[in-house]
């Protein structure tokens, strides 16, 4: 089994992606600035304490990994909202030359839908809303994925929907062309399930699948 960075462990999608890891066999690094927080122990977690806007903790984190898994979160509060954030095109550039100067070539990349060119194929209602919410964060993570796909990377963009807690039900639905994209709700740990699943077989390099339930 093959070596995993996920960056963004210690919470939501990122610390159900180690969990779902762990279970398939891989081995995991987790990356975040609360690592030693994370309240698993397994023989093949590794829990690597670092910033993802810290070039130099980056680079370290690389070493050894075959695949990197980006699951990056900004907190949702008046400011973010009303000014919005460069956190998903900042650390996504810095992971990006990283990768690019040192390996490894294989990136799995979470961002929304709504980002990118999937926002066009949202609802009216939730359009509005959406714009009236979410706009400015996902303008950053517009950016991001700019970045990644012009990156040169062996990549995939994953979109999931509105997010959920619960456990994993394997029920989740792998959106991948435009005509199909849609909002819906997915849990996050389906979604940990996809990311593993990508990292293992990679049916998606170079697409940007949404995922709902």
Known sequence: MSKLLVMGASRGIGLETVKAALEAGHAVR????????????????EKFSGDALDAD???????GVETVIQVLGASINPQT??????????????????????????????????????RDHLGALYRIAFTLSLKRLYDDKDVQEQIVRNSGLDWTIVRPGLLRDGRATGLYQVLETPKEWKVGPVRRADVALFLVDEAERGAYRGKTPAIIA
């Open 81 to 118: 909202l009303l000014r919005g954030t460069r956190l998903f095109s900042d650390a996504t550039r810095i992971l990006v030359d990283a990768m690019s100067a040192q390996g490894p070539k294989r990136l799995i990349c979470v961002t929304g839908i709504g980002a990118g060119d999937s």
């Open 30 to 45: 987790a990356f975040a600035r609360s690592a030693d927080g994370i309240a698993l122990n397994d023989a093949k977690l």
């Open 57 to 63: 903790d980056v680079k370290r984190a690389l070493s």
